[in-house]
């Protein structure tokens, strides 16, 4: 059987880290605070005290953390990370969303210790994660990628995208475009009810109109709603904007730009609240 070890269990690894164990695979967890992984432990999944002990002797090793720094301590730490704890021939799962940069110094250290690399975030949020709907985006060697593909389908569809990093690059640009529709659908229906309108009925009509994707909607009726429980929070989404940035140098992305305005501006003002607070700056 192969041996799992999945290192980060917040609202989106949780989620996750069930979905692999209920597909049937041996799962050691491990998160900073212990106390996340009661459900898995019950369920049947073993706690690891550190990442380096839930990696040893683990065919396959996932982490879902926040950011660069989060994910060069849980791998790359000389003491605790994952890496001084895998074998050889197993591989190293990186699902966090990240920049290619640090994804391309992960791979660097990780090959430096015999082991396969690839990068595999995810699209979707916690519904699609309960319903083991995330879209996984994969960057790395074929055949590292076809060793973890089973694990990975149990949290969703999963796609091998090209080179290492490329998963990386292509869930920023995910995000960036999830970011600028919210914002653009946040001054819109401001603007509709500044004219008027019965935003809510307006809001139906829109939604059966082709300028409206499926997020674009939910994100709407959220802030409709009034809704800004957390799910994907102001301050996540700032950061793959500052990640993105870092990363577009050599483009021009005036857009997502303006966007990346908006959401640092809401990181400071209401980081742990939902994307979809951004609606306050309009009315």
């Known amino acids: 059987m192969t041996k799992v070890a999945f290192l980060g269990l917040g609202a989106m690894g949780s989620r996750m880290a ?4 209920e597909a049937g695979f041996e799962l050691t967890v491990w998160n900073r605070t212990a106390s996340a992984a009661d459900a898995l432990v019950k369920a ?21 953390v926040t950011d660069d720094a989060v994910s060069a301590d849980v791998w790359a730490n000389e003491t605790h990370g994952a890496l001084t704890g895998m074998k050889s021939d ?7 969303t990240l920049t290619p940069a640090w994804v391309a110094e992960l791979k660097t250290r990780a090959a430096a210790r015999g082991v396969a690399l690839v990068d595999a975030p995810v699209s979707g949020s916690l519904p699609q ?7 996984v985006m994969a960057g790395g060697d074929a055949e ?21 990093g490329q998963g990386a690059a292509l869930k920023l640009a995910v995000n960036a475009l999830m970011g600028i529709q919210i ?40 802030m409709v709603a009034q809704d800004f429980a957390p ?38 003002e209401m980081g742990k609240e939902n994307v979809t607070a951004v609606i306050r700056f309009y009315e």
Request: net charge negative; proline share 4%; glycine share 6%.
């Open 231 to 268: 799910r994907f929070t102001n301050a996540l989404l700032a950061k793959d904007f500052r990640y993105l940035q870092e990363t577009a140098r050599d483009s021009e992305t005036p857009i997502a730009d303006a966007a990346a305005s908006i959401f640092e501006r809401a990181a400071e």
């Open 18 to 21: 069930k979905n692999i164990l």
């Open 183 to 222: 914002t653009a659908w946040a001054e819109m229906l401001s603007y509709l009810g500044k004219q008027g309108l019965e935003v809510t009925k307006t809001l139906d009509l829109l939604a059966t109109m082709p300028v409206c994707s499926p997020v674009a909607a939910g994100m709407s009726r959220l």
């Open 129 to 135: 994660a309960d319903g083991k709907q995330l879209v």
């Open 44 to 64: 049947g999944a073993q706690l690891a005290d550190s990442p380096k002990s839930a990696a040893l002797g683990a065919d396959i090793v996932i982490a879902m």
């Open 144 to 164: 590292a990628f076809e060793k973890v593909k089973p694990v990975l389908s149990a949290t969703g569809p999963t796609h091998h995208i090209g080179a290492s």
């Open 90 to 96: 197993a591989v190293a799962v990186e699902m966090s």
